[in-house]
C-alpha cells in the first residue's frame, strides 16, 4: 500500500508540474497586459516602466524561473489590477463559489434521487419517459440560457427572488456563508438551481439505472416474500444500494461543478472566483488567471487523488494491477 | 425493428437498409426534417434575411429596442424586435445560426479526424505508444471542457478560427478513446489477420480495414457532438471570450441582450436563445436516431 501510495502522490504532482507549465506559458506567452493597465495617452517610457514594475519586461524562461521558485513558496504572484496577491483574491471569493457547488450538489440529489428511483420503479410510464426527456434536456441544453430564463421568469417577471449578486452573509467559524439565513439563502437559489440542473441529469440517470438492477436482485425478492411494505422496500433497501455509485460519481463532479460556476456566476454576477476568473481573463491579470488555474488544477488532482486511494484502500486488486502494470 | 436482419438481402445494400432502418420511426421524419431544414437556413442565410445585421447603412438608431411586431421607421415589420443598435433579431439570428452551426460542424469534423486518427494507430501500434496516448486522454477528460477551452482562449484571444481551434483540442480525446475502445475488438477479427498476412502496408490495414468498421460508434458520437460543441460556443460567447463583437454567433446575440433583461427586453436574449436550442435538441435527437439504428446492442 505504501508503494501504491508514494507511486500515486508522486504521479499527482508530476500532473500539477505538468499543468503548471503548460498554464503558465499559454498565458504568458500572448498578449501584453501593459496596453490595457497604461494610460492610453502614456509615453514609451512609462509603458516600460510598468513593464519593468510588473516584471514583464525579463525574459520567458526567467519569469517562468520565477514564477516556480515563488509558486513553491505559496506565493502565485500579485495582481496587476489589485496589486494584492493573486492568491489572496481566489482565497477571499472561494467560500462563496464553494457555497454555490455545495447547495447545487445537494440539490441536484434532492432533484435527482426521487425522479430516478421513480423512472427506475416504472421504466414504461409515461412520466418515466418525461422525466427522461427532461433530463436529456438538462445534459444537452446550455446551461447558461437557462440561467437567464430563469431570472426573466422569477426576477423579473415575476419579481420573487433577486436576479444576482450574493446575499447577506453570517460568519461560520469565520468563513462568511450566506445559507444561514432566509435573505441569503432567497441569492443562492437560483444560481444554485441551474448549477445543479446538469448534475440533477447526471443522478437521475445513474438512480434510474441503479433502480432497475436493485429490483432485480435477491434481496428486494426477499424483502418482497418477507411481506415488507414497498414504500419500506424502496426507501430503506434500493435507495440505500443506489447511493454508493451516486455518492461516489457526485464527489468526483464536484471539482467540475466548481469549474462550471464561471458560467453560473457570470449570468448571476455572483461574486465567487468563477466570475474573477472570466474578470480577469477581460483584463489580462495573468497573474491571477495563473492562480485560478493552478487552484482548480489542484482540486482536481486532490479529489482524484482521494478516490483513487479510497479505491485502493477498500479493493486490494487495484493496488496489485497498478504494481504490474 | 431492433431485431433487423443483419444479413444482406440481395440488391439491397446495407446503406439502404440503414436508411429504411433510421426512417422507420415517424418521429424520425420529424428530427431529420428540422435539420435538414436548419442547415439550409444557416447556408442561405445572406439570402433569406430581411436586412444584412452587419451592413451599417441598413441600420436606423432610432429603430433601437423595438419589440417584437413593430414597425420600422420606413415601415419594414420586425418581426422578432431589434437590438440596441436597431438590427432585426431576424436577421441577426439567421445569421448567428450560420456562424453557431459552421463553427459546430468544421470543429467537430476536424476533432473527429484526427481523435480518430490518433485513437486508431494507439490501438494497431499497442504497447508504450497506446499507454502513453491513452494516459494523455484521460488526463485530458479528467478536466471539464469549458475549463480547458477558456484557457486556451484567454491564450488565443477572440476569433471564429481561435474558438475552432479551441474545440478540436477539447473534442479530440472523446473519438481517440472511442475509436480505440472500438479498435481493440476489430483488431483481432478475422478480416484483419488476412490483411496481415496478406502482408498489406500498414497505412492501409489502419485505414482501409480497420478505421472504417470503427465508423459506425464515431458518427454517433460525432452528432451528438455537434452539438456539444455548438452549446460549447455559445457558452464561451456568452463569456466574451469567444466569437468577435464583429461575427456574432447565437451565444454573442444572448449576451449581447442579457443587460437589457433586467429592463424587461426580453426579445434580445430569448429569441437567439430558443434557435440555439431548437439546433440543439433536434441534433441530439437525430443523434438517438442514429445510435438506435448504428448500434443496436445500446439501444434502450
Known sequence: MLAYLIRRVGQALLVIAAMATIVFLSIYAVGNPVDILANPNADAKEMAEISARLGLDKPLWEQFGLFVWNALHGDLGRSFVFNEPALKLIIQRMPATLELAFVALIMSIVIGIPLGVWAGLKPDAWSSRTIMSGSILGFSLPNFWIGLMLILLFAVQLKWLPSGGRGPTTNLFGIPVSFLSWEGLRYLLLPAFTLALYKAALVIRLSRSGTREAVLQDYVRFARAKGLSPTRIVLVHVL????????????LELGSMIAFAVVTETVFAYPGM??????????LDRPVIVAYLMMVVVIFVVINLIVDLLYAALDPRVRLQESEG | MTDAPFILDRGESLWRQRVSQFFAKPSAYISFGLLVLLLLIAVFAPWIAP?????????????????????????????????????????????GLRISLFVGVVSTFFACIIGASIGVFAAYKGGKVESFVMRLVDLQLSFPAILIALVLLAAFGRGIDKVIIALIIVQWAY???????????????????????LALPRSRILFSHLLPNCLPPLIVVATVQVAHAIALEATLSFLGVGVPVTEPSLGMLIKNGYDYLMSGKYWISTWPGLALVLAIVVINLVGDRLRDVLNPRLAK
Not at chain 1, 274 to 283: A, Y
Not at chain 2, 54 to 59: G, S
Request: hydrophobic fraction near 40%; avoid cysteine.
Open chain 1, 240 to 251: 440505500k444500494n443506489i447511493m454508493i455509485p451516486v455518492v461516489t460519481i457526485l464527489g
Open chain 1, 274 to 283: 468563477g466570475k474573477l476568473l472570466i474578470d480577469s481573463i477581460g483584463r
Open chain 2, 51 to 95: 436586412q444584412n445585421p452587419y451592413d451599417l447603412a441598413q441600420l436606423d438608431i432610432m429603430d433601437g429596442r423595438l419589440p417584437p411586431g413593430s414597425k420600422s421607421m420606413d415601415g419594414k415589420t420586425f418581426w422578432l424586435g431589434t437590438d440596441e443598435q436597431g438590427r432585426d433579431m431576424l436577421s441577426a439570428i439567421l445569421y
Open chain 2, 175 to 197: 473519438y481517440a478513446r472511442t475509436v480505440r475502445g472500438n479498435a481493440l475488438v476489430e483488431r483481432n477479427r478475422d478480416y484483419m489477420e488476412a490483411a496481415r498476412s
